[in-house]
């Protein structure tokens, strides 16, 4: 086999397993629908079970980084402290370590003679399931199925490197040198973007020989290599969380610290030599070439399993680390967790009364949303574009968490009053995640413009600024309205509804006038009405929240206190 086969099939093969690694795990999640979010949210109360959820979950989705964003989600929804989520990322490090258990298998049968039937059977589900269970039952057995054949065709390519002396040696070389194969293999899996694939690749070159025939040697020179991807897949993560919220980057961080301190405390067990001797004690079978692979499968469980269960008595500390390398700032606050308790839905007025703070809240971001989206567009300073992001986000995240208490509240008995308010705050949630929505549609449309180079009349300027002025004053006094439940406040925001629209109106005209005159060029004039359509759309929804303040929400508070005097009042 030429040098170009086996980089046509390195390549191919590592191709085939990422894109199957990718539709199981599809597939896993589809299947498994909001299940498993719900399941992380619940069965975490406790450090070791929330390490035994993580695990698991990562074994059903193979793959700690979608296990990681599913944390980092639920963290920035208030569904898990950042505590909880450590002992979730604890737990999704064992279990990404069944990929090497997979991987091994292909080295006792010869898996291809399965994948081929799964791929078939697999594609005949997915394209005539009529049900999506069936159908993402078939996505599994069809990523299954690429995904073993993706390593067939690695280990088929790797096999000319056992008579290949110079790649062994040069293999088992950087093999010797641990600290220099736990680089080599971080900066794999950081190309390769999966860990799971760096250590199968690692796997497959040793069982093809490429670290030579001597399988004590081979398995002492492999284990850096693994210890490598585990770094390596953090650095993936932390690369990932630079687009998420500061609860997003504490958790890639946790877990970078977690996987870098691992490492650091193992690696003098592979300069001494007895990381491998503990490998091949506990492994069910004889180190020959047939189970080389088992081996590393082993070491790999054993470096992971190990570091979880010595790392978990002592998350509190690794939390003040990370706690202290990434300290809140300002304007991080804004999009802390949601959180509405629970025990409070057998009071109602009480429980209103939390949703409405929380409805506050969540227009407080939506405000920052729009202001930040504005001055993009201002300014055109593409800089503010993630902030404005994350708190359409977090505006995401309010919507979910405060319509989820609010439908529990209504399935209580209810007296007709709080009854009747419920759909209004619905409504109001509703309104302003759209609002979030339409501050991202502001921000794209800035950078359409930038990165277009169009420019607008001096004429059409003015007239935006005049747009935002009133969009300000509106979101200004919908905020305050909601925060006192200043009845005229919501009703003078009304009135400013009636004035958007009619710029509306009035800047479309002008703009086609200017367009007749050829003052303006057509693709600007585009993104001009595009900008005006969404501020107007803003201007509905804060209409429509200002009704529900003006249709009388006061009484939420004043029941509240009421029912909060009398039960501090009680023994």
Avoid at 10 to 22: A, C, I, Q, R, S
Avoid at 96 to 106: D, E, G, K, N, Q
Avoid at 517 to 538: H, P, Q, S, Y
């Amino acid at each position: 086999m030429s040098v170009w086969d086996t980089l046509c099939g390195t390549v191919g093969g590592l191709g085939l397993f990422l894109f199957g690694m990718g539709m199981l795990s599809d597939g896993l999640k589809a299947a498994a629908g909001n299940r498993l979010r719900i399941l992380l949210a619940k069965i975490t109360k406790y450090g070791w079970m929330a390490m035994l959820v993580g695990a698991a979950v990562t074994c059903l989705i193979q793959s700690s980084s979608a296990t990681t964003v599913i944390v980092v989600g639920l963290v920035h929804a208030g569904m898990l402290g950042l505590r909880q989520a450590i002992c979730v990322v604890l737990g999704a490090n064992i279990g990404t370590t069944m990929t090497a258990w997979l991987v091994s298998v292909s080295s006792v049968f010869k898996i291809t003679s399965y994948a081929l039937p799964a791929i078939g059977v697999g594609f005949m589900l997915q394209v005539f399931g009529r049900r999506m269970r069936t159908r993402s039952f078939g996505q599994i057995l069809l990523g299954f199925g690429i995904l073993f054949v993706g390593i067939g065709f690695m280990k088929e390519a790797f096999s000319p490197l056992r008579e290949n002396q110079a790649v062994q040696e040069m293999l088992i070389g950087i093999g010797d040198n641990p600290i220099l194969a736990v680089v080599a293999a971080t900066i794999l899996t950081i190309l390769v973007q999966s860990s799971s694939a760096s250590i199968a690749m690692v796997q497959t070159l040793a069982f093809a020989g490429a670290f030579g025939t001597d399988w004590d040697v081979a398995l002492r020179a492999t284990i850096p290599f693994l210890l490598g991807g585990n770094i390596g897949t953090t650095i993936t993560a932390q690369l990932a969380a630079f687009r998420t919220n500061l609860a997003g980057r504490r958790t890639a961080m946790a877990h970078t610290l977690f996987n870098v301190a691992g490492v650091v405390i193992v690696l003098p067990t592979i300069y001494l030599g007895l990381y491998d001797k503990l490998v091949k004690l506990i492994s069910p079978a004889t180190l020959t070439r047939e189970t080389v692979m088992l081996h590393m499968a082993v070491a790999h469980s054993v470096f992971n399993v190990t570091a979880a269960l010595v790392m978990l008595p002592l998350v509190g500390y690794l939390q003040m680390a990370v706690l202290k390398i990434l300290p809140s700032r300002g304007e991080d606050e804004d999009l802390a967790p949601v959180v509405l308790e629970q025990h409070l839905l057998d009071t109602p007025p009480l429980a209103i009364a939390q949703a409405h703070k929380e409805i506050l809240r969540m227009a407080k971001v939506t405000r920052k949303a729009v202001r930040g989206a504005i001055n993009v567009v201002e300014q055109s300073d593409l800089s503010r574009v993630k902030k404005v992001r994350e708190r359409e986000d977090a505006a995401d995240d309010f919507q979910t968490d405060i319509t989820h208490y609010l439908v529990e509240l209504s399935q209580r008995p209810l007296p007709d009053e709080i009854s009747n308010q419920l759909p209004v705050l619905m409504h109001s949630v509703n309104d302003l995640e759209r609002i979030a929505d339409h501050a991202v549609n502001l921000v794209e449309i800035a950078a359409r413009k930038i990165e277009n180079r169009q420019d607008f009349s001096k004429e059409a300027d003015e007239e935006l600024r005049c747009m935002f002025g009133v969009v300000r004053k509106m979101l200004k006094g919908v905020v305050s309205a909601l925060e006192t439940f200043d009845v005229p406040l919501a009703e003078r925001v009304l009135k400013h509804e009636k004035v958007l629209n009619r710029m509306q109106t009035d800047l479309r005209n002008r703009h086609v006038r200017r367009l007749g005159r050829g003052e303006c060029k057509a693709m600007a004039g585009l993104t001009f009405v595009d900008l005006v359509d969404n501020l107007e759309k803003i201007g509905d929804h804060l209409t429509n929240i200002a009704e529900g303040v003006a249709g009388g929400m006061q009484w939420a508070t004043e029941e509240a206190d009421v029912h909060h005097s009398e039960a501090v009042a009680r023994p």
